[in-house]
T-cell receptor, first 114, second 115 residues
Framework: EAGVTQFPSHSVIEKGQTVTLRCDPI?????LYWYRRVMGKEIKFLLH????????ESGMPNNRFLAERTGGTYSTLKVQPAELEDSGVYFC????????????FGEGSRLTVL | QKEVEQNSGPLSVPEGAIASLNCTYS??????FFWYRQYSGKSPELIMF????GDKEDGRFTAQLNKASQYVSLLIRDSQPSDSATYLC???????????????FGQGTILTVHP
C-alpha cells in the first residue's frame, strides 16, 4: 500500500511568486492534515480536512495560504504571494479514523523562498 | 513557555543501553500523547501512543504518562544504532474539540546510539 506522497520534494522560488504543494493521502483516508516546520522551530498544525470539508483551519498563518481538497482525495496548499518567512518543510498527514492522533506522515515538501 | 517541551539533545547512549526521552506539556486537560520518530529527511513515523496514566510497553519501547505532573516519557531498551533519529513528542490539546489529529509537537530530541 502506498504511503502519503507529497510533491514537489523541494521547491525554490523568489519572494512574491506562487507555489502549489500537493499531497496524496493513503487511499481511503478521509482525514488529511497539513503541518509546517520552519527552521529551528517545532512542527505546527495548519489545517484538517475531513473528506473535502475543512474541519479546522485555525493554524493557517494568513490569507496568503489556500488549501483545497476537491473531491476528497488529494489536497493542494497554495502560497500566494510567497514571503521569506514561508520557508520551511510542509508535511501532509492522513488518518482513516477521525478521532485519532495516530497519523501517517509524508516526507514533506521543502519550500525555500529567496 | 512552550506548550510541549523536550530536551533537544543530542542524547548519546552506547549500544545496548536504555535511552530515556522526556517531554512536558502545559495543558492539563490534554488526553492523548504520541511519540513519533523521524530519520533525517524522512517522514515522522508513529512509534507509540498513550492515553492513560502509567506505562505502556511495545517491544523495546515503553511510554510512561503522568498526567498529574504533566509529563510523558519514552524509554528505549537495548538501544541500537538504527534507533538514532529525532524523537518527537506530540500532544493533542484539542480537548472537547473535533480535530483529534491536531497535534502540538515539541522540538524533538536527537538521539545518537553509538556502537
Amino acid at each position: 500500500e502506498a504511503g502519503v506522497t507529497q510533491f514537489p520534494s523541494h521547491s525554490v522560488i523568489e519572494k512574491g511568486q506562487t507555489v502549489t504543494l500537493r499531497c496524496d493521502p493513503i487511499s481511503g483516508h478521509d482525514n488529511l492534515y497539513w503541518y509546517r516546520r520552519v527552521m529551528g522551530k517545532e512542527i505546527k498544525f495548519l489545517l484538517h480536512f475531513v473528506k473535502e470539508s475543512k474541519q479546522d483551519e485555525s493554524g493557517m498563518p494568513n490569507n496568503r495560504f489556500l488549501a483545497e481538497r476537491t473531491g476528497g482525495t488529494y489536497s493542494t496548499l497554495k502560497v500566494q504571494p510567497a514571503e521569506l518567512e514561508d520557508s520551511g518543510v510542509y508535511f501532509c498527514a492522513s488518518s482513516q479514523v477521525r478521532d485519532t492522533g495516530e497519523l501517517f506522515f509524508g516526507e514533506g515538501s521543502r519550500l525555500t523562498v529567496l | 513557555q512552550k506548550e510541549v517541551e523536550q530536551n533537544s539533545g543530542p542524547l548519546s547512549v552506547p549500544e545496548g543501553a536504555i535511552a530515556s526521552l522526556n517531554c512536558t506539556y502545559s495543558d492539563r486537560g490534554s488526553q492523548s500523547f504520541f511519540w513519533y520518530r523521524q530519520y533525517s529527511g524522512k517522514s515522522p513515523e508513529l512509534i507509540m501512543f498513550i492515553y492513560s496514566n502509567g506505562d505502556k510497553e511495545d517491544g523495546r519501547f515503553t511510554a510512561q504518562l503522568n498526567k498529574a505532573s504533566q509529563y510523558v516519557s519514552l524509554l528505549i531498551r537495548d538501544s541500537q544504532p538504527s534507533d538514532s533519529a529525532t524523537y518527537l513528542c506530540a500532544v493533542n490539546m484539542d480537548a472537547g474539540g473535533t480535530s483529534y489529529g491536531k497535534l502540538t509537537f515539541g522540538q524533538g530530541t536527537i538521539l545518537t546510539v553509538h556502537p
